[in-house]
């Protein structure tokens, strides 16, 4: 091949999988070539990779770039939708409800934000009517959203003038003078992360009444085109609120305030309080375990990943002592069939995280002979060679309760046939309600995927990259096997800290600055690593405030706990 002399090209090219190519001039935004490819997804294309980094579909080219979509069905497109949603309801309430200002607090597990105006007046049926036929509106005008940088001064006030003193104060100590904002018809705010490129994007929502406010609906992932039935969640609501409560007795209602609260040496007060919030959790529920003796004989315990279960189980096993009950537990692990036995999932691997893994018939069995007074032998699962064996006798007294913890622990098939009233059951999980402001949240899932990076780091030997890498994967097994059963628990029990992100934040960013930036695993991190910056650190020597036996000690180590079993044998 003979090299020859190249006159400069006015154009780029947008290389897509399969050997796709198309050519443009430069400058031409990545959604102009997604137009053109007319590529067929499962999801809404709402963002991109290019050459592997996320980047807005507004955003021009100005090289040569390789493409991949990012659609409603992935992680990070479902998150820009839901994120670009939120911008298009408050810039609809902002016209019509100038004197009001609206909050969005939790998320709703079949796909919505409930919100909130702060004035404490409800949204009459009437204005949700407006609100919603609002945001039809704008979204069949298909108007552009779009980034504006503005002095940083310029950006306080406008939050000042809006109502938002949160994001005002948050941002009052940012280093540069600027601060990139989005505008959509006029509006102007902060959203931490990217947005769509224009309200036609936006067309699957609706808006719902609900208790002392109204829910934002949106899709879910798993069908990025329609919106899930509503499913009225009053209790998981009831839990929002509750916190959002302790955030106030706190005086720390947003990240603002924590950190306000650390600079001003409120530390000591802040682990202090949070703890002893959850000691009182623990000890409303061991109370009405105790109150249910003796029909009560069994405690089940479920969660997702990284929500404290373990903690939780022996510091709930060390309330029921203190009452003169006894636990003794029974590892579910333990039960698993032999490895030949094991379902396989869609893709022909073993699925050790379904029911049907475990031996559920002989669980079953020997709940109701050691409920009836008869011994047992435990079995004992050996895991090199996939095969049960048999372990030691055990039997239980009056004084006694079952402990039982694990990811199916809400399943009812577990207990089926047991006397409805022989039975407690616990959900775990952090049901964080501290956000950045009043239109940022902080997600429950950021929170536990921060705790496990850290943990899996420090006693598994993972790095942030393989725990980034199984988080799929782990949330694709809790919603299909934890969530669904959550509304069968008695009690939920919230293992959120106010002050953990303040402590997670120094521990997590150097695991997180070692994820390779040529990886897809760096986008991730990329986006945490943004996330932590706004929180202020805790100092080391304030470490030592944090009691030995909290739940956040089974993620940074340190655990008075770590072994100890007040369970190893029956009485």
Same mark, same amino acid.
């Given at each position: 091949?003979?090299?020859?002399?190249?006159?400069?090209?006015?154009?780029?090219?947008?290389?897509?999988?399969?050997?796709?190519?198309?050519?443009?001039?430069?400058?031409?935004?990545?959604?102009?070539?997604?137009?053109?490819?007319?590529?067929?997804?499962?999801?809404?294309?709402?963002?991109?990779?290019?050459?592997?980094?996320?980047?807005? $579909?507004?955003? *021009?080219?100005?090289?040569?770039?390789?493409?991949?979509?990012?659609? #409603?069905?992935?992680?990070?497109?479902?998150?820009?939708?839901?994120?670009?949603?939120?911008?298009?309801?408050?810039?609809?309430?902002?016209?019509?409800?100038?004197?009001?200002? %609206?909050?969005?607090?939790?998320?709703? /597990?079949?796909?919505?934000?409930?919100?909130?105006?702060?004035?404490?007046?409800?949204?009459?049926?009437?204005?949700?009517?407006?609100?919603?036929?609002?945001?039809?509106?704008?979204?069949?005008?298909?108007?552009?959203?779009?980034?504006?940088?503005?002095?940083?001064?310029?950006?306080?006030?406008?939050?000042?003038?809006?109502?938002?003193?949160?994001?005002?104060? $948050?941002?009052?100590?940012?280093? &540069?003078?600027?601060?990139?904002?989005? !505008?959509?018809?006029?509006?102007?705010?902060?959203?931490?992360?990217?947005?769509? *490129?224009?309200?036609?994007?936006?067309?699957?929502?609706?808006?719902?009444?609900?208790?002392?406010?109204?829910?934002?609906?949106?899709?879910?992932?798993?069908?990025?085109?329609?919106?899930? /039935?509503?499913? @009225?969640?009053?209790?998981?609501? #009831?839990?929002?609120?509750?916190?959002?409560?302790?955030?106030?007795?706190?005086?720390?209602?947003?990240?603002?305030?924590?950190?306000?609260?650390?600079?001003?040496?409120?530390?000591?007060?802040?682990?202090?309080?949070?703890?002893?919030?959850?000691?009182?959790?623990?000890?409303?529920?061991?109370? !009405?375990?105790?109150?249910?003796?003796?029909?009560? &004989?069994?405690?089940?315990?479920?969660?997702?990943?990284?929500?404290?279960?373990?903690?939780?189980?022996?510091?709930?096993?060390?309330?029921?002592?203190?009452?003169?009950?006894?636990?003794?537990? %029974?590892?579910? @692990?333990?039960?698993?069939?032999?490895? !030949?036995?094991?379902?396989?999932?869609?893709?022909?691997?073993?699925?050790?995280?379904?029911?049907?893994?475990?031996?559920?018939?002989?669980?079953?069995?020997?709940?109701?002979?050691?409920?009836?007074?008869?011994?047992?032998?435990? /079995?004992?699962?050996?895991?090199?060679?996939?095969?049960?064996?048999?372990?030691?006798?055990?039997?239980?007294?009056? @004084?006694?309760?079952?402990?039982?913890?694990?990811?199916?622990?809400?399943?009812?098939?577990?207990?089926?046939?047991?006397?409805?009233?022989?039975?407690?059951?616990?959900?775990?999980?952090?049901?964080?309600?501290?956000?950045?402001?009043?239109?940022?949240?902080?997600?429950?899932? @950021?929170?536990?995927?921060?705790?496990?990076?850290?943990?899996?780091?420090?006693?598994?030997?993972?790095?942030?990259?393989?725990?980034?890498?199984?988080?799929?994967?782990?949330?694709?097994?809790?919603?299909?096997?934890?969530?669904?059963?959550?509304?069968?628990?008695?009690?939920?029990?919230?293992? +959120?800290?106010?002050?953990?992100? +303040?402590?997670?934040?120094?521990?997590?960013?150097?695991?997180?600055?070692?994820?390779?930036?040529?990886?897809?695993?760096?986008?991730?991190?990329?986006?945490?690593?943004?996330?932590?910056?706004?929180?202020?650190?805790?100092?080391?020597?304030?470490?030592?405030?944090?009691?030995?036996?909290?739940?956040?000690?089974?993620?940074?180590?340190?655990?008075?706990?770590?072994?100890?079993?007040?369970?190893?044998?029956?009485?």
């Amino acid at each position: 091949m003979t090299i020859i002399r190249a006159t400069t090209r006015q154009t780029v090219q947008a290389r897509f999988t399969g050997g796709i190519t198309f050519e443009g001039p430069i400058g031409s935004s990545i959604e102009a070539f997604f137009k053109i490819a007319d590529l067929e997804e499962n999801g809404q294309i709402v963002a991109a990779l290019m050459n592997g980094k996320l980047r807005e $579909l507004s955003q *021009p080219m100005q090289a040569d770039a390789d493409l991949v979509p990012v659609t #409603t069905a992935d992680s990070d497109g479902t998150r820009i939708y839901r994120r670009s949603l939120c911008f298009l309801m408050v810039a609809a309430a902002s016209e019509l409800f100038p004197d009001r200002t %609206i909050t969005i607090h939790h998320s709703m /597990p079949f796909g919505g934000y409930y919100c909130e105006c702060d004035d404490q007046k409800l949204l009459s049926a009437e204005e949700l009517v407006q609100l919603r036929r609002r945001m039809k509106s704008l979204i069949a005008a298909n108007l552009p959203i779009t980034q504006v940088r503005v002095p940083l001064a310029e950006a306080l006030q406008l939050f000042r003038d809006s109502g938002d003193k949160e994001k005002a104060d $948050l941002f009052a100590k940012r280093r &540069k003078d600027y601060l990139t904002l989005y !505008e959509l018809n006029g509006v102007r705010d902060y959203f931490h992360g990217f947005m769509v *490129p224009s309200t036609s994007y936006l067309d699957v929502f609706e808006l719902r009444p609900y208790s002392r406010g109204f829910i934002l609906q949106f899709p879910r992932r798993q069908q990025p085109r329609k919106l899930q /039935p509503f499913e @009225d969640e009053a209790r998981l609501a #009831t839990v929002f609120r509750e916190y959002q409560n302790w955030l106030r007795i706190m005086g720390t209602p947003k990240v603002a305030a924590l950190n306000e609260a650390i600079r001003n040496g409120r530390t000591q007060e802040l682990i202090l309080v949070a703890e002893a919030l959850h000691e009182r959790q623990l000890a409303n529920i061991s109370t !009405e375990i105790a109150a249910r003796r003796p029909q009560t &004989k069994l405690v089940m315990i479920s969660g997702p990943t990284s929500a404290g279960k373990t903690t939780f189980s022996k510091r709930l096993a060390i309330q029921l002592m203190a009452r003169g009950i006894y636990p003794i537990a %029974i590892g579910m @692990d333990n039960y698993f069939v032999n490895r !030949e036995e094991t379902p396989r999932d869609e893709n022909g691997d073993y699925d050790f995280e379904t029911i049907d893994a475990l031996d559920v018939r002989l669980f079953r069995k020997h709940l109701r002979m050691l409920m009836d007074g008869e011994t047992i032998v435990q /079995p004992l699962y050996n895991f090199h060679t996939g095969r049960r064996e048999s372990g030691k006798e055990l039997s239980i007294g009056p @004084d006694h309760v079952i402990l039982v913890e694990g990811i199916h622990g809400l399943n009812p098939r577990l207990t089926k046939g047991l006397p409805p009233d022989s039975v407690y059951r616990v959900f775990i999980s952090a049901f964080t309600q501290l956000n950045m402001d009043k239109h940022n949240r902080v997600p429950t899932t @950021d929170t536990r995927l921060l705790r496990r990076i850290v943990r899996d780091a420090s006693h598994r030997g993972y790095s942030a990259t393989d725990t980034i890498r199984r988080w799929p994967s782990v949330r694709r097994g809790e919603k299909r096997y934890i969530f669904p059963n959550q509304n069968n628990a008695n009690v939920f029990f919230n293992s +959120a800290l106010v002050y953990e992100l +303040a402590v997670l934040k120094a521990l997590a960013q150097p695991l997180l600055l070692q994820v390779e930036p040529d990886v897809p695993e760096r986008i991730e991190a990329n986006r945490l690593m943004a996330f932590l910056q706004w929180f202020d650190s805790i100092a080391n020597d304030d470490l030592d405030f944090i009691s030995s036996d909290s739940i956040l000690r089974e993620f940074i180590g340190g655990s008075i706990l770590q072994n100890f079993e007040p369970w190893s044998g029956s009485m």
